[in-house]
C-alpha cells in the first residue's frame, strides 16, 4: 500500500531536548515537505527537498533541521525544542513531473513543555 | 506571490443541505488546484483536482470548476452528509513553479449535524 509513514504520532518533550521525527515514503517519491498545522494559520511549509541530498527553506524553517540522505527518509530535527513548536506536524510527498497532488502521513502531535 | 483565499469557518449545515466552500486565488503563473480533505485526527487527503480552465474535479459526490475568468474553485456538493465534517483545504501549484509551488488556504472547517 502507498503511503507516507511518520513517528511518532504523539509526544511530549521538554524544552531543549533535542527530538526527530521520521518520515518515510515508500513510493519511491522525488519530493518531500514537511508542514505545521496551527490553529489560525493552516498549513505552513517548514522545509522540502527536491531529491537525495537537496533540502531548502520553506516559510518557517526557524528551529528546525532536516537531513534526505535516502530517497525514502526525510526526518525533521528539532535540536532545542521551544513551547511555540507545539503543533501537529505533517510529512508529504510528490511524485516529480505529476500534476503536484500531495501524499500526506498522518502526522505527528508535538507538545514543548 | 501567490496565494489562496477561502472563505472562514466553522461552517455548520444540516445533512442534506447543498454546500459551496469559496476558493479565489492569485498565482504568478497557470496552476492545477486542489481541494484537500482533513477527517478528524487524520492527514490531508486529495478530494479532487482540476488541471486548466473550465475543468471539473469531482469526488464522493464533490465538484469544483476551474474558472479562470474569476479565478475561482469553489466546492459545492448537493447533499452533505454527517460524514462530511471535516476541514476542507484549498491549494494550487503553479507549473513550473520551482520546488514547490504549493500554496494552501487556510482551510474550512465544515460541520454537518444531523
Known amino acids: 500500500e502507498a503511503q507516507v509513514t511518520q513517528n511518532p504520532r504523539y509526544l511530549i518533550t521538554v524544552t531543549g531536548k533535542k527530538l526527530t521525527v521520521t518520515c518515510s515514503q515508500n513510493?519511491?517519491?522525488?519530493?518531500m515537505s514537511w508542514y505545521r498545522q496551527d490553529p489560525g494559520l493552516g498549513l505552513r511549509q517548514i522545509y522540502y527537498s527536491m531529491n537525495v541530498e537537496v533540502t531548502d527553506k520553506g516559510d518557517v524553517p526557524e528551529g528546525y533541521k532536516v537531513s534526505r540522505k535516502e530517497k525514502r527518509n526525510f526526518p525533521l530535527i528539532l535540536e532545542s525544542p521551544s513551547p511555540n513548536q507545539t503543533s501537529l506536524y505533517f510529512c508529504?510527498?510528490?511524485?516529480?513531473?505529476?500534476?503536484?497532488?500531495?501524499?500526506f502521513g498522518e502526522g505527528s502531535r508535538l507538545t514543548v513543555l | 506571490g501567490d496565494s489562496v483565499t477561502q472563505m472562514e469557518g466553522p461552517v455548520t449545515l444540516s445533512e442534506e443541505a447543498f454546500l459551496t466552500i469559496n476558493c479565489t486565488y492569485t498565482?504568478?503563473?497557470?496552476?492545477?488546484l486542489f481541494w484537500y480533505v482533513q477527517y478528524p485526527g487524520e492527514g490531508l487527503q486529495l478530494l479532487l483536482k482540476?488541471?486548466?480552465?473550465?475543468d471539473k474535479g469531482s469526488n464522493k459526490g464533490f465538484e469544483a470548476t476551474y474558472r479562470k475568468e474569476t479565478t475561482s474553485f469553489h466546492l459545492e456538493k448537493g447533499s452533505v452528509q454527517v460524514s462530511d465534517s471535516a476541514v476542507y483545504f484549498c491549494a494550487l501549484r503553479v507549473s513550473g513553479g520551482g520546488a514547490d509551488g504549493l500554496t494552501f488556504g487556510k482551510g474550512t472547517h465544515l460541520i454537518i449535524q444531523p
Open positions: 513510493m519511491n517519491h522525488e519530493y
Open positions: 508529504a510527498s510528490i511524485r516529480t513531473g505529476g500534476t503536484g497532488e500531495l501524499f
Open positions: 482540476a488541471t486548466k480552465a473550465d
Open positions: 498565482a504568478t503563473g497557470y496552476p492545477s
